[in-house]
């Protein structure tokens, strides 16, 4: 049986979703404002993740379309990564219950503390477009595979990671980089998705209404990215994983304000 929110539990809920989205769809990590909104509304934490999951589709897909109209993102050249993330989003889902995650908890804040103190030393790091390091195809299929892994078995950075191969690995400049994340998390989030709707652990009127908002967030932000290019999202993607860092450290390590 799902809760029951009041109307204007449920508003902040579309609201905090529409913030989500704008934040997301620059840099990633908007399941860190979403997430602990639908659990402090006292959602169980296995319907929040998956009225979550539906609720940031939007978002991601909304963001892909935006940055596939400027040109920025050929959905064609993708056709590799989109497959091989969609097997490691799946096999990574079918994890979850199999495999403990309390290694990737300690794991993640120091890996992405790591990447925070690289941008910092690094103030020129993803502003231009560069020669890629590995082939294409080659590329896609193997990060598709461990990050959509990653991103179905646990999830949190996994935007910065994506980010952060593109520039370092495929060469693109961080806007070519961000276009591209949100292809790659949209196909996640609909395998993950899928798994938790077979699941029946997804609230369909809230995750529809959250991502109508999450659309409209995402459809600014990435209009703003567009238009202010590679150094606004590079700050942006600074603030986010600084903030991430936190967000991890708190849920996962000290466990304070989100339930078990």
Known sequence: MHPQLSPIAFALLALAGGIAGFVDSIAGGGG?????????????????????????????????????????????????????????????????????????????????????????????????????????????????????????????GTGTFWAMALVGLAGLDMRGATAHTKVANFTSNVVSLAVFLSAGTVIMTLGLAMGAAQAAGAWAGSRMALRKGAGFIRIVTLAVTGAMIVYIVIRYWIGAWFPS
Not at 43 to 66: D, E, I, M, V, Y
Not at 87 to 110: M, T
Request: net charge positive; charged share 10%; proline share 6%.
């Open 32 to 156: 860190m404002i979403s997430l602990p909104a639908l659990l402090a509304a006292g959602l169980p934490p296995h319907l929040a993740l998956g009225t979550n999951k539906l609720q940031s589709s939007f978002g991601s897909l909304t963001a892909s379309l935006r940055y596939r109209a400027a040109g920025i993102v050929r959905f064609r050249d993708m056709v590799p990564g989109i497959a091989a993330t969609a097997i490691g989003a799946g096999l990574g889902a079918l994890a979850v219950g199999a495999v403990d995650s309390g290694v990737l908890r300690l794991l993640i804040p120091v890996l992405l503390l790591a990447i925070l103190v690289f941008l910092v030393l690094r103030p020129r790091f993803g502003l231009r477009q560069e020669e890629s390091r590995v082939g294409w195809i080659p590329f896609w299929i193997i990060a598709g595979l461990i990050l959509g892994f990653y991103d179905g078995f646990f999830g949190p």
